[in-house]
């Protein structure tokens, strides 16, 4: 019965569509309609007037109760077009049950029919509201229903902002999940949290002087105490630098000693030597790490410059540049390669691609860093698998070991973090291949373009990279290679010419690399007879 | 400041977005104005100057072409006549002039020392104000229809000021006309569903700028760096396919996300792309990329020089004087005039002879299309004339050097980047908009929006360059 009923009023709703073809503008005139309602009853009987203001006022009263939060604003607006529609059609001599019935069905029916209904009703009342124009002039005496009605829906106000409310969360969850998750990893995230903007505001605000009492002379003595801070940084900086270096020598010496023994003192002689070496070369702004002069022995020094104050996480100003481990080397040829392997990131996987080292293996990915070398698997470029180096240094001896990374961590961790792990890989190649050289590249600089000081994409940055590398380096069975001299200008940048992106080679560039790091081979044999 | 960084997605949107609701509606477009000066200033803190005196210049005229004086005097009509085309040609002298000074000194320049043979004309060396070239033709867009007579009133200075510098579309367009957004600067209501919508809208564009834009980017890049010239035909097409969909992916991220924030804040911004590579001509691709741009060109240029009613011989001097207008606009360099005539010499053929033939066949048309508009994104993208010559040799499979990246490279880039390759595929068609538009309001987009976001996100936080392809033109 309801369905029938449902349908044929659709079927109404489609046809009142049809010839007004405009729903939407009916609904907009709910105001007119509601005149016109009145207007209708005031043309039929007093006593079914009563009767339909008492049927209106359930239907209201029930409405606002019953209809749950989905129904939206409009919803209030739609129920007086729907009880001014019983009051139609009661007017049209309609029996009083049905009417009552269909209040409560529409009360209770889902959201969806009712809107279906709110159509019907207002097309409806339009006809209606055109057919009977003539009597709105006696309007007035049907203003106590009016009265009546507004009455109810100042009652059912408060409900209805609820509604909204649940009306504005229904209708965004997107912009309430973006919201929530943001709230989320903000107090979560250091990079982009909170923690982040108070530190940015300290910042801000040390650099505009707002913090502490900024007086004049305050400020002088802050300025003070800084370029104190800066001349004292040198030296105690590079002694403990030289310090670390020789920690750790003595670290992978003491791990030489269980294979060559009798290195132990030689080592401590070195440390004193070392010491006066660096009071030297501090003056001569040549600085060495390793100062033994011993034949076989190679020496990495570095060149001193005034460091720039750096306001990064990520680096600092190292204020030295590490050149070449100073040896005796041979020049090879190809077949120096044979037994060499190479870690790397995306340049070596140049040197792999276009450099014509058939005979050595490659180990390196785009993105590679010192941090996941031994963590994650790398691909060996000769057969494109994916492999682990644990196992593969461990089953495999190499003659010579390049390794060169440093590009992708410059926006990883720190320095200090870098070097650590780096010689904590370095110690750990060395305990699996005790025969292997292993030469630590330098990581080629970038071009004018591509160096941005504002973020830590720059040379400074992976200068201070390369320094604490260098440091590795003992001249023995490490040494430190840098091929930055033979394509960078006298500033240190990349050659625009020789680079799309400045910061990978061109392909045929690459012959140049090759060349210098077959002028600088070490015999593998010397190193074993010492 | 970019769309896609970390400080304009955590600072910036969410505190001018809480202020922005929070005002009463009347003081929007100062907040607006003012937020979006803040936007500029952060990058640009010294050409936010420039703008605002852009701007300052451009009201004065165009209230000028509007002014009356009291007196009422028998020529009037004249003498207003006059007055117009005085501040019409005032505002396009110094809103040109100062596009040239910051954009083509030198490069023009070059070109007369280099005829010369000497320095004759000093080289600038000025930096490019961001986005100058796209609120530059948005000013001169609003003085010309205030000249045309197409705007009744002249907009109030808050108004115009918020309409030439609002963030959204001020660096990288679209290039909207001030009629567009006039009746919503004089009174908008935002509301929940457009913040949703819009905040939809936005993720999809980062997502695209993003995962695809980005990545895809990094294969051009890899075949580039390796050097024009070094590659094997399948590599540089390969190479040639990666740019095009990077250029695509990047300007459609960009145009959709300014589409989202505009409807954020209560604007209807104009759509700039319509899936331009299933086009079936060259002439229908430019119907569907960057349609502002072509529209601007068109009510500005085209049609003004008297478009195709003319004469044949008329018609292609006007596509002529468009097409290296275009070339040039998007760079002051050799190549983006030699891009801006190549497409006049296939617009030209496609219109006199094949080009409806082409519209109407099913395969040949796309295939066509797919075919050149690589092409020409190699001649927009190297600005190297000797790199730009050796691409193209190498596109058809002539080397003057060695072939070094070969089939062992394009093995592993395929292994690398195949699916990325087929998400590129897929987004350029129409469907994934299809998808998009009838389940945007289902809850389960709702969890792939927020999964998109936070890609995107992580994708930022740790590549940490990635500055727009069409920041600097």
């Keep these: ?530 | 400041m970019v769309f896609s960084s970390l400080g304009f997605l955590f600072r910036f949107l969410p505190v001018f977005m809480l202020i922005y609701l929070i005002v009463p509606a009347k003081y929007r477009n100062i907040v607006l104005l003012v937020g979006s000066l803040f936007f500029y200033g952060v990058g640009e803190p010294y050409f936010v100057l420039l703008l605002i005196l852009s701007v300052l210049v451009n009201y004065g005229l165009s209230k000028y072409m509007f002014w009356e004086p009291r007196s009422s005097q028998p020529d009037r009509g004249k003498k207003r006549a006059r007055r117009r085309k005085t501040a019409l040609i005032s505002a396009l002298v110094i809103d040109f002039g100062i596009l040239f000074v910051f954009k083509y000194w030198d490069f023009t320049a070059g070109v007369i020392n280099d005829l010369a043979n000497r320095e004759t004309i000093p080289l600038l060396m000025l930096a490019l104000p961001l986005g100058i070239s796209f609120y530059t033709f948005q000013m001169v867009s609003y003085q010309i229809d205030c000249y045309r007579g197409t705007m009744e009133e002249p907009a109030g200075f808050i108004s115009f000021a918020a309409y030439v510098s609002m963030f959204p579309q001020l660096i990288a367009g679209p290039i909207v006309r001030y009629d567009e957004v006039s009746d919503r600067m004089a009174g908008r209501k935002i509301r929940i569903r457009d913040l949703e919508n819009g905040l939809k809208l936005f993720t999809v564009g980062l997502g695209l700028k993003v995962l695809l834009a980005n990545q895809i980017g990094t294969l051009w890049n890899t075949i580039m760096s390796a050097g024009a010239g070094n590659l094997h035909i399948t590599v540089a097409w390969l190479g040639a396919i990666a740019y095009s969909f990077q250029i695509y992916f990047d300007f459609w991220g960009y145009s959709v996300m300014a589409m989202g924030l505009g409807k954020m804040l209560g604007f209807r911004i104009p759509r700039n792309f319509d899936d331009p590579y299933v086009s079936r001509s060259i002439s229908e691709f430019w119907r569907r990329w960057h349609i502002t741009l072509g529209r601007w060109f068109r009510e500005y240029v085209y049609f003004p020089m008297g478009g195709s009613r003319k004469g044949s011989l008329r018609t292609v001097v006007n596509l002529f004087v468009v097409w290296a207008c275009t070339g040039l606009w998007h760079g002051a360099n050799w190549n983006f005039l030699l891009w801006g005539m190549l497409f006049f010499l296939i617009l030209t053929v496609e219109k006199n002879s094949y080009g409806r033939k082409l519209e109407q066949s099913k395969v040949i048309g796309h295939i066509y299309t797919l075919v050149i508009i690589p092409i020409t994104w190699v001649v927009f993208a190297i600005t190297d004339l000797g790199q730009l010559v050796a691409y193209l040799g190498n596109l058809f499979g002539i080397h003057r050097a060695a072939v070094m990246v070969g089939m062992p490279q394009l093995e592993r880039y395929l292994q690398q980047y195949w699916v990325l390759l087929i998400a590129c595929i897929l987004f350029a068609t129409p469907f994934p908009r299809r998808w998009y538009q009838r389940w945007k309001d289902r809850w389960f987009m709702v969890v792939v929006l927020l999964l998109i976001f936070w890609f995107s996100v992580r994708e930022i936080m740790v590549g940490s360059n990635n500055p727009f392809l069409y920041f600097r033109f």
């Design chain 1, 1 to 530: 019965m309801k369905k029938k009923k449902a349908t044929a009023q659709k079927k109404r709703v489609k046809h009142g569509q049809q010839r007004k073809n405009n729903a939407k503008r009916a609904q907009n005139s709910a105001k007119q309609q509601k005149k016109s309602s009145a207007g209708k009853i005031k043309s039929s009987s007093a006593s079914q007037q009563k009767k339909n203001t008492v049927q209106q006022k359930k239907s209201n009263v029930e409405q606002p109760k019953k209809s749950n939060a989905e129904q939206p604003k409009k919803s209030n607006a739609g129920q007086a077009k729907v009880s001014a529609e019983q009051l139609k059609k009661s007017g049209a001599e309609q029996p009083k049950k049905k009417a009552t019935e269909q209040s409560s069905k529409s009360s209770t029916s889902q959201k969806h029919n009712t809107k279906q209904k709110q159509k019907q009703g207002s097309t409806e009342q339009r006809k209606d509201s055109e057919d009977r124009k003539q009597s709105s002039t006696e309007q007035r005496n049907s203003s106590s229903v009016q009265t009546k009605v507004s009455a109810e829906r100042r009652r059912g106000k408060p409900e209805q902002k609820k509604s909204e409310w649940k009306e504005i969360l229904y209708n965004c969850p997107y912009v309430l999940g973006i919201v929530f998750t943001s709230l989320i990893v903000m107090l979560w995230s250091d990079e982009i949290g909170f923690k982040a903007i108070a530190r940015e505001a300290q910042t801000v605000m040390v650099q505009s002087g707002m913090i502490g009492d900024s007086g004049q002379t305050e400020l002088e003595k802050h300025l003070l105490l800084e370029e104190d801070d800066e001349l004292s940084a040198d030296k105690p900086e590079s002694e403990a630098g030289n310090e670390d270096v020789l920690e750790n020598n003595s670290e992978i010496d003491d791990k030489l000693e269980e294979n060559a023994g009798k290195r132990k003192d030689e080592s401590d002689d070195k440390e004193n030597d070392n010491d006066l070496q660096n009071d030297i070369s501090n003056e001569e702004n040549i600085e060495n790490t390793e100062g033994a002069q011993g034949i076989g022995k190679g020496i990495t020094k570095f060149e001193i410059y005034d460091p720039q104050e750096i306001d990064s996480i990520y680096y600092s100003d190292a204020g030295k540049v590490a050149l070449t481990t100073e040896y005796p080397y041979t020049k090879e040829n190809i077949g120096y390669f044979h037994d060499a392997a190479f870690l790397g990131d995306s340049r070596t996987l140049g040197i792999s691609d276009y450099a014509g080292l058939e005979e050595a293996d490659f180990y390196c990915d785009s993105g590679m860093m010192i941090f996941k070398l031994l963590e994650e698997k790398v691909t060996y470029q000769k057969t494109g698998d994916k492999v682990d180096l644990n196992q593969v240094l461990q089953e495999k001896q190499y003659g010579k070991i390049y390794i060169m990374l440093g590009m992708n961590e410059l926006g990883y961790g720190n320095t200090e973090m870098y070097l650590e792990q780096y010689r904590k890989v370095l110690n750990q190649i060395k305990e699996w291949q005790p025969q292997a050289i292993i030469y630590v590249m330098a990581n080629l600089h970038v071009s004018r373009e591509k160096n941005n000081m504002e973020t830590e994409f720059n040379n400074i940055n992976i200068n201070d990279k390369n320094a604490a590398s260098a440091q590795l380096a003992n001249g023995t069975d490490i040494f430190y290679l840098d091929v930055n001299p033979l394509f960078t200008d006298s500033d240190g940048f990349l050659n625009a010419d020789l680079s799309f992106d400045g910061v990978h080679l061109y392909a045929q560039h690459y012959d140049v690399w090759r060349e210098f790091l077959l002028e600088h081979a070490v015999e593998p044999a010397e190193v074993a007879e010492e």
